[in-house]
T-cell receptor, first 117, second 114 residues
Framework: NAGVTQTPKFRVLKTGQSMTLLCAQD?????MYWYRQDPGMGLRLIHY???????AKGEVPDGYNVSRLKKQNFLLGLESAAPSQTSVYFC????????????????FGAGSRLTVL | AQSVTQLDSQVPVFEEAPVELRCNYS??????LFWYVQYPNQGLQLLLK??????LVKGINGFEAEFNKSQTSFHLRKPSVHISDTAEYFC????????????FGGGTRVLVKP
């Protein structure tokens, strides 16, 4: 059982280039999330999805776009990369249900380290 | 909106000594509370969570946390740490009515020394 898989694990971009990070989960989770992790700032939510075909903005959505065409996949796109987007990106997923039954527990991928020069 | 403050960015501790990681939160509504751990070069995994009931919550690897509503705190403790506990620890909160979105603190890096 792979859980949450992120590709690529590492990427170096030049300013202005575009790229897509792919997140795939095999747990049939409804909810998926993209976070970025920066030193001293914890994880900040970029975008999230509560189901196939739906997306919503999180805390820091500017400069990013997302798509959830299939339930198991959640793509994060950078149309024109900037040095401020140098970060480690984490995808996570969780299932719906009652909080007491275990919903709200996120399963994380191993992360994608992006450097923008 | 809610926020989470982890008061210590780094905590060095000797092996077999106790450790406490402090977490304070602010929210105008009731929240659920979590601690996640991130081992080097890995994603985050759940240590423990508080949803309701007993304010003392036990998690994996001998960790426990105590919810204090009056002080809006959720401090994490372990009575005796191992080298393998070297990691970054994140406190997180979720509003009870906000679905599954978590707000994370800035993290506390624990370095266990032999």
């Amino acid at each position: 059982n792979a859980g949450v898989t992120q590709t690529p694990k590492f990427r170096v971009l030049k300013t202005g280039q575009s790229m897509t990070l792919l997140c795939a989960q095999d747990m049939n989770h409804e909810y998926m999330y993209w976070y970025r992790q920066d030193p001293g700032m914890g994880l900040r939510l970029i975008h999230y999805s509560v189901g196939e075909g739906t997306t919503a903005k999180g805390e820091v959505p500017d400069g990013y776009n997302v798509s959830r065409l299939k339930k198991q996949n959640f793509l994060l796109g950078l149309e024109s990369a900037a040095p401020s987007q140098t970060s480690v990106y984490f995808c996570a997923s969780s299932w719906t249900g009652t909080f007491a039954s275990g919903a709200n527990v996120l399963t994380f991928g191993a992360g994608s380290r992006l450097t923008v020069l | 909106a809610q926020s989470v403050t982890q008061l210590d960015s780094q905590v060095p501790v000797f092996e077999e000594a106790p450790v406490e990681l402090r977490c304070n939160y602010s929210s105008s509504v009731s929240v659920y509370l979590f601690w996640y751990v991130q081992y080097p070069n890995q994603g985050l995994q759940l240590l423990l969570k508080y949803l309701s009931g007993s304010t003392l919550v036990k998690g994996i690897n001998g960790f426990e946390a105590e919810f204090n509503k009056s002080q809006t705190s959720f401090h994490l403790r372990k009575p005796s740490v191992h080298i393998s506990d070297t990691a970054e620890y994140f406190c997180a909160v979720s509003r009870k009515a906000a679905g599954n979105k978590l707000t994370f603190g800035g993290g506390t890096r624990v370095l266990v020394k032999p």
